[in-house]
């Protein structure tokens, strides 16, 4: 029997939940692949005497480069955030050089990672940086998948960055890494733009779109039309849509995140797509109001959701190479 593969755990803001869900669901992980966790063993032993456990005795690990610190739960600060840097560093140059088969991500605070000067917004922004592509960020869970065209930008710098060249780039990456026979493309403005009456952006996304699905069907006839949109936003994810589409992409964050959250919170993941390792993470934040507290519950199912992905897209790249 073949071993189970190494994933690389980046720790996250030790300030956070994120060590105690990875101590908590360290049992159920090990069952499918060994962890290896970035972390110094002293400031995860911190760590679990605050939370009143003991570290696993298989506990693998790689200390960051950065400087240890006295953990303060529920506290933004720049050595919390330098430290969670610096494992999502080191994780990422494991998986890069094919120590590990993947690296999932615990929750950072992006104004920790801004107090310690690291200059990016997360995990997404530096990938791109690292690797020089343009890597998608997409969240959900087998049900339901959306991909977001802009991220982490203000609402009203949306409008501008719908061009046609560059998302036409985009929904093509999108396809070729999902594989994906039917995407829906929602609309940026209220009714998709009522045919201009609402906002034009709609006009620059049915080109995109259409060009998009000229290029699939030459290339693979099979897939005939894979885009459909712009969808109206309001009406794409009920249920009635959801029969036939499966994965969507919003033209902002909160577009396609607010229905995806209030349909599969707790199982949904973040994947970073279009990149030459397998990412993964949690679809949730340092949780610093609850983080040590004791005799609350702690949700561990989009942890393991994120690294069974992680697990399944590393074999898939496996079987392809």
Same mark, same amino acid.
């Given at each position: ?223 005939? &039309? ?7 936003? !309001?009406? +794409?994810?009920? #249920?009635?849509?959801?029969? /036939? =589409?499966?994965? *969507? ?30 990412? &993964? ?7 610093? !109001?609850? +983080?040590?507290? #004791?005799?609350?519950?702690? /949700? =561990?199912?989009? *942890? ?18």
């Amino acid at each position: 029997m073949s071993e189970k593969p190494l994933v690389a755990v980046s720790i996250g803001d030790l300030n956070g939940i994120g060590i105690e869900i990875a101590l908590q669901a360290h049992d159920t992980v090990t069952s499918f692949c060994r962890p290896v966790y970035f972390v110094g063993y002293d400031m995860a032993e911190q760590a679990a005497k605050r939370l009143h456990t003991a570290l696993p005795s298989d506990f693998r690990h790689i200390a960051p480069d950065a400087a240890h610190f006295t953990i303060s739960p529920g506290s933004v600060d720049a050595a919390s955030g330098r430290y969670s840097f610096a494992s999502f560093e080191k994780a990422v140059e494991h998986t890069e050089k094919g120590v590990c088969s993947a690296v999932v991500t615990l929750p950072i605070h992006k104004e920790a990672w801004m107090k310690a000067g690291i200059p990016y917004k997360g995990h997404t922004d530096a990938l791109r940086d690292f690797f020089g592509r343009d890597a998608i960020m997409m969240l959900g869970c087998e049900e339901l998948y959306v991909a977001l065209f802009t991220e982490h930008i203000p609402l009203k710098e949306v409008p501008a960055k719908i061009e046609k060249e560059r998302l036409l780039s985009f929904l093509l990456d999108f396809q070729r890494e999902t594989e994906a026979e039917k995407i829906g493309v929602l609309g940026l403005n209220p009714h998709a733009g009522d045919h201009g009456v609402l906002g034009d952006e709609e006009r620059i996304i049915e080109e995109a779109i259409q060009k998009a699905n000229n290029l699939l069907n030459t290339q693979h006839s099979a897939l005939n &039309t894979p885009f459909v949109g712009p969808l109206v936003p !309001d009406v +794409a994810f009920t #249920p009635k849509m959801r029969e /036939n =589409l499966r994965y *969507y992409v919003a033209m902002y964050h909160d577009q396609g995140l607010a229905p995806l959250k209030a349909l599969y919170f707790d199982e949904s993941i973040n994947v970073s797509l279009n990149l030459p390792i397998v990412r &993964t993470s949690v679809d949730h934040g340092t949780a610093f !109001d609850i +983080a040590y507290l #004791p005799d609350r519950p702690v /949700n =561990l199912k989009s *942890y393991i959701e994120a690294v069974k992905a992680a697990v399944s897209m590393a074999g898939r790249r496996l079987q392809r190479s």
